[in-house]
């Protein structure tokens, strides 16, 4: 049976999750904490629209995981644990790549080894469960 145009697209989000979260990993291992933070977040929120976009949704706006995973949490109510933990890499978006977000320094002196472990492991949860959702869908 071919693949629903849906299913084909959420492929392509979740191909390109994995890819950043690869690099995030990359990154980190290379003491670029901040930039694995920033990458971690990517990662996660292409997960949470690649799912979205797989249970059909044809546009998906924003770029903060509370809100893309109170979104799926309306078709998929056991996001509510990915919504808890989502938002924690919220606080990277902006906070990894910018001066602005922080009360002194810059992110690349600030984001330590922590920082980037806490992220990747969050990434990989999230992006390890919209998969298994994606893959539990009828083709």
């Known amino acids: 049976m071919a693949e629903s145009a849906a299913l084909k697209n959420a492929s392509r989000w979740m191909k390109q999750a994995?890819?950043?979260?690869?690099?995030?990993?990359?990154?980190a291992a290379s003491g670029r904490h901040a930039l694995a933070c920033f990458l971690s977040h990517q990662s996660a929120e292409k997960a949470v629209t690649g799912y979205l976009i797989a249970r059909g949704a044809e546009m998906v706006w924003g770029h903060s995981l509370a809100d893309l995973c109170e979104d799926a949490m309306a078709v998929e109510p056991s996001f509510d644990f990915m919504k808890s933990i989502g938002p924690l890499l919220d606080k990277h978006?902006?906070?990894?790549?910018?001066?602005?977000g922080l009360p002194g320094g810059v992110p690349a002196e600030v984001y330590e080894s922590h920082d980037s472990e806490r992220a990747l492991e969050i990434a990989r949860d999230i992006n390890q469960f919209a998969q298994e959702r994606i893959d539990q869908l009828p083709v």
């Open 18 to 27: 994995v890819i950043d979260l690869t690099d995030a990993e990359f990154v």
């Open 93 to 100: 978006y902006l906070g990894a790549r910018y001066p602005g």
